[in-house]
């Protein structure tokens, strides 16, 4: 049985896609399907066959399992995944496609949402790392009055991008009277940011990370915050600490995630210094970091100078080539198959909210994607 939606005309799906069927979890032998006809539209492929399952009834077509689906412009998906991770903002590309900003930020979220799930697929097997590196990564979101943390974890040696998450956080540092009479305006209207928010965040981060292993050596600065999340982690855990003033070279101790951080200045428009383009919100920024994490780990090379260098999936030994954007694309995968974090969870949802602004637009799709 073909696995792959995009190959010949002799294809067969491999189960049902509807998630309340039960023969949707998992790839079996005795579920049965029939062919119910064609249908045309106006992209590539015209054609498309179509089939029905006989367990649950529903009806789909090869396009189901196209990461294409409902798509009008199918073209652009590639596309705007190298334009995203080459330091343009969406306007940006919006004006290079000739498309609506709008549709380059729906394309952005359907695309993160993708990656997560093609990263959390292709880690379900992998042993939890033995040594991690792990920061917080401050930007902020709608204005400088709303700063945040990503909260990042890189193995130790290999460069991998495991996971991370975020906290808000107060303003702080040198400000002005003026300023400062400012913020506390709007902590009166929209209300403080937790302040164990960076603990309990990073807590989850590194429970994600190490889930069962039963000890672990864990490098960060030294960040108070720290401490606290790993003394209440069940695993033995190791914690070496270095100076955040500490000169940031390949002898750092930290040099797996510094190296991340120049990444993510680097190669992402909205945390650039001094940009316009900042995130309006958090949730925009996560998604935009998705991409960004599949790139890292699974396309890009450790090292820029170096011919031939191997991702950092190679070096953990999840690849044995460089992913490329078709192979990235070439199926689409289902939420309700793979077994999603709770804070990325949120994200898949677009549930994170920004205090100073609205409810966004959340992602209520249950059949799409």
Aim: aromatic fraction near 10%; proline fraction near 6%.
């Amino acid at each position: 049985m073909n696995k792959h939606p995009d190959a010949h005309r002799a294809w067969s799906p491999p189960f049902c896609p509807n998630p309340h069927c039960r023969f949707h979890a998992e790839t079996r032998p005795d579920w049965s399907f029939k062919k119910i006809g064609y249908q045309r539209r106006h992209s590539a492929p015209v054609r498309l066959q179509r089939f029905l399952c006989r367990e649950c009834g529903r009806s789909f077509s090869r396009q189901t399992f196209s990461t294409t689906y409902w798509q009008k412009r199918p073209d652009l998906t590639a596309r705007i995944l190298t334009k995203t991770i080459g330091g343009m903002a969406n306007r940006q590309i919006a004006r290079d496609l000739a498309v609506g900003v709008e549709t380059v930020g729906r394309h952005i979220a359907r695309l993160a949402r993708h990656c997560m799930l093609y990263h959390l697929t292709i880690t379900r097997t992998l042993e939890p790392p033995a040594e991690v590196v792990v920061d917080g990564f401050e930007s902020f979101e709608w204005s400088q009055y709303f700063p945040f943390h990503h909260h990042l974890a890189v193995g130790k040696g290999t460069d991998f991008f495991y996971f991370f998450t975020d906290s808000p956080l107060r303003r702080k540092g040198r400000m002005t009277a003026r300023q400062r009479s400012r913020r506390e305006r709007l902590e009166t209207v929209l209300g403080r940011p937790d302040p164990k928010a960076v603990e309990r965040d990073m807590g989850d981060l590194l429970q994600v990370v190490l889930r069962d292993r039963r000890q672990a050596r864990v490098y960060s600065d030294d960040h108070p915050a720290y401490k606290r999340a790993i003394r209440h982690l069940p695993a033995r855990i190791e914690h070496r600490i270095t100076p955040g003033s500490a000169h940031r070279d390949r002898n750092n101790s930290l040099w797996e995630v510094n190296l991340l951080d120049l990444l993510i200045r680097h190669c992402c428009a909205n945390h650039k210094r001094e940009t316009i383009a900042w995130s309006k919100r958090r949730q925009a920024s996560a998604e935009r970091l998705l991409i960004l994490l599949v790139w890292r780990n699974y396309m890009k090379g450790r090292r820029e100078k170096i011919a031939g260098s191997p991702t950092p999936a190679m070096e953990v030994g999840l690849a044995e080539a460089p992913l490329s954007a078709e192979d990235l694309l070439r199926w689409r995968l289902f939420r309700s198959r793979v077994e999603v974090p709770p804070r990325w969870g949120e994200y898949y949802d677009r549930t994170i909210a920004t205090a100073a602004l609205g409810r966004g637009r959340r992602h209520e799709l249950k059949y799409a994607y």
